[in-house]
């Protein structure tokens, strides 16, 4: 290759130089331009035939001068196109942030907000703090003594088949389970108060609660109670009644009454269920109450002085009651929701609606 075939090289691989669009298109040239058989290389190959030893030096820094070119030459496109590069990647990771998707985009916007049991549970709490008792939480694993035996319910009672409890199993069987109610915190509370001599008692506790249900209706495994206990001098039925109907009226409004019915409840003597008013008929009666206008709700009852005596209170002294009842069942009512497994089935198209 002549000298002046050599400049015509450079030229062409220049001017490709300057039309790669992608930094694999130098890489090829690159190649090429070192490969064996480039025109640079069998330019310089050709030197040993030259005879004159000037005219070898002269040609010899010419062709590296030609080498030196093209080397230039990819390496300031290299930079060229790895800026243009990171640039366009930049660009295509970059989030926007202030971007509202139209309705034609494929995630509509939309404020979530906290599910209904969780909505009863706060308005509830407001109830009972706007009627002086504080809001306390407990354990959700209990051992047998606080979720049965210190609430009167000794091992082999038959009110014990009242609950389907699920234990776990930690060892010794049947000593550590799920509670199965909010009551066993009316033990802890208690025996705090004694230690503190913290008396007297204004508590509400909510939280979750655990039996081996099969889900219906009316019934989940795992649900919610609010549990109130109230510990004082003097405190007697009547007061029991009172806060029960404020209760109702103040969160399911005026026209929602209470009435009690005698029951059982190892932990509480006298025993009572608490109905209100059916939400559904409003006292008319409907398929819901079964025609008699009311509803159940919960249990309450005056604390039994078996229950002070395990924590070591003198029933002489002080008396108190303890209620409870089903967050989801309220909610249930309040809500008109007919079946409670809506409740735990996630289906957003129900969650809206509240
Ligand atoms: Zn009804």
Not at 151 to 175: Q, V
Not at 247 to 252: G, P, V
Request: proline content about 5%; aromatic content about 8%; glycine content about 8%.
């Amino acid at each position: 290759m002549s000298e002046i075939d050599l400049q015509d090289h450079v030229d062409l691989v220049i001017a490709e130089v300057a039309r790669a669009e992608h930094s694999r298109d130098l890489d090829a040239i690159e190649s090429a331009h070192k490969a064996k058989n480039s025109p640079v290389l069998a330019a310089r190959r050709a030197l040993g035939a030259v005879t004159d030893e000037e005219q070898r030096r002269e040609l010899g820094r010419r062709i590296q001068g030609c080498s030196d070119a093209i080397t230039a030459a990819i390496a300031a496109r290299r930079e060229e196109l790895s800026a243009i590069e990171r640039e366009a990647s930049l660009a295509s990771d970059a989030l926007d942030l202030t971007e509202v998707l139209s309705s034609a985009g494929s995630f509509p916007s939309r404020r979530g907000h906290a599910h209904v049991v969780s909505k009863t549970r706060a308005s509830l709490e407001d109830v009972f703090v706007a009627m002086g008792f504080t809001i306390k939480e407990g354990p959700e694993v209990e051992t047998d003594w606080y979720n049965f035996e210190a609430l009167n319910l000794p091992p082999g009672h038959p009110a014990r088949d009242m609950y389907d409890t699920m234990y776990l199993d930690l060892g010794e069987a049947e000593t550590v389970l799920m509670r199965t109610h909010t009551s066993p915190m009316q033990i802890h509370l208690l025996e705090e108060a004694v230690a503190d001599q913290s008396l007297p008692l204004h508590v509400a506790i909510p939280g979750r609660c655990y039996r081996l249900d099969t889900p219906d209706a009316r019934h989940l495994p795992v649900f919610h109670q609010v549990e109130g206990l109230v510990v004082d001098k003097g405190i007697t039925f009547g007061d029991l009644a009172g806060v029960i109907e404020t209760f109702t009226a103040a969160y399911f409004g005026p026209d929602i009454h209470s009435r009690l019915r005698p029951a059982y409840f190892p932990f509480t003597e006298p025993s009572a269920e608490f109905e209100i008013t059916c939400t559904i008929c409003r006292g008319e009666g409907c398929r819901t109450c079964s025609k008699t206008g009311w509803i159940e709700l919960g249990g309450c009852g005056m604390i039994d002085p078996a229950v002070f005596d395990a924590v070591g209170i003198d029933a002489t002294e002080w008396s108190g009651f303890a209620f409870g009842f089903g967050i989801d069942r309220c909610a249930q009512m309040r809500h008109s929701i007919a079946d409670m497994r809506a409740l735990i089935e996630n289906d957003l198209r129900f969650s809206r609606q509240f």
